[in-house]
């Protein structure tokens, strides 16, 4: 699949960049600047704009949100045993509570399940994971670079935090016809999301500093891309509906690897960056023959 290609050429961009010195160290920075207060609500805009919703999707879009919750029940209790700092807690929720149910879930459940299905998968990435990451995991980002919870302070983030807002004004224009340039423009900014992110991934990206982060490593990876399905796959079978196609899309999406767009998160507020880069760099083509596994277990329970 090209995306597969991308995804590569892409991260390898962002390695080289480093490696070159043509940019300053606060690089990722500025590409993550641009991924939040650009890509993020563009893509928004784009993908909800003529939206069909179906009544019986809305177990199958809340099954992001049952994982990020599942991560929290998980993750922290871990990091507290280890003795892990709340920095490494909130990376690891971040990029283990959320999976890229957009670029690399989209094209998954066109090869696997049918392009019929796309439909549903927009639903389940926007009201699932998108709105999830706009709102808890901005929160959990938040409390993680501050150390404590202040009500306020994570108000105010989520408030002025401009994909929030993008999903709040696509929803409220979605049967609105815009001008075609419009449509353009949006889908051009959205479409910088991928590149921007694994570029930015890709900078931070340093195999060489694996020391004191396998077993972060091992709990990030190990919850996004086997717990995580797993916890969703038995709550279907518990309710007798692992054959139903719906179910089985929105067990296909809780396969994916770590969400791009939570990873730029976590490297805007400081989690970690190091563990951060490695789990993507490394879940993302690890996804590629997990969510095969899963599937096939998926379509023959």
Wanted: hydrophobic letters at 60%; a neutral charge; one cysteine or more.
């Amino acid at each position: 699949m090209h995306e597969i290609s991308l995804i590569v050429t892409c991260l390898l961009i962002g390695v080289l960049l480093r490696w070159s010195g043509r940019l300053p160290d606060t690089a990722t920075k500025a590409f993550g600047g641009w991924v939040i207060n650009v890509a993020l609500p563009a893509t928004a805009l784009r993908s909800v704009h003529h939206l069909k919703m179906d009544d019986s999707w809305w177990l199958a879009a809340a099954t992001p949100w049952m994982g990020a919750l599942l991560a929290i029940l998980v993750i922290v209790p871990l990091c507290r045993a280890f003795g892990w700092s709340h920095r490494r807690a909130g990376a690891l929720l971040l990029v283990g509570g959320w999976g890229n149910t957009s670029f690399v879930g989209l094209p998954m459940i066109a090869a696997f399940a049918g392009s019929q299905w796309l439909g549903l998968g927009i639903v389940i990435d926007l009201f699932g994971s998108y709105l999830a990451l706009s709102t808890l995991g901005l929160a959990i980002a938040a409390v993680a670079s501050a150390g404590h919870f202040d009500w306020r302070a994570v108000a105010k983030r989520i408030a002025t935090f401009p994909p929030f807002w993008a999903i709040l004004i696509a929803f409220a224009t979605n049967d609105l016809p815009r001008p075609e340039w419009l449509d353009h423009l949006v889908e051009a900014l959205a479409q910088t999301l991928t590149p921007i992110a694994l570029a930015a991934v890709g900078f931070a990206l340093r195999l060489d500093r694996f020391s004191g982060r396998v077993g972060a490593l091992a709990v990030g990876l190990g919850y996004r891309l086997l717990l995580a399905p797993l916890a969703i796959f038995l709550m279907y079978a518990a309710l007798g509906r692992t054959g139903d196609p719906i179910a089985q899309v929105a067990m296909l999406e809780m396969a994916m690897p770590p969400m791009l767009g939570a990873s730029i998160i976590a490297l805007d507020h400081d989690l970690e960056p190091d563990l951060v880069a490695l789990v993507i760099g490394i879940g993302v083509p690890l996804s590629m023959l997990t969510a095969w596994m899963w599937w096939g277990l998926v379509i023959h329970p």
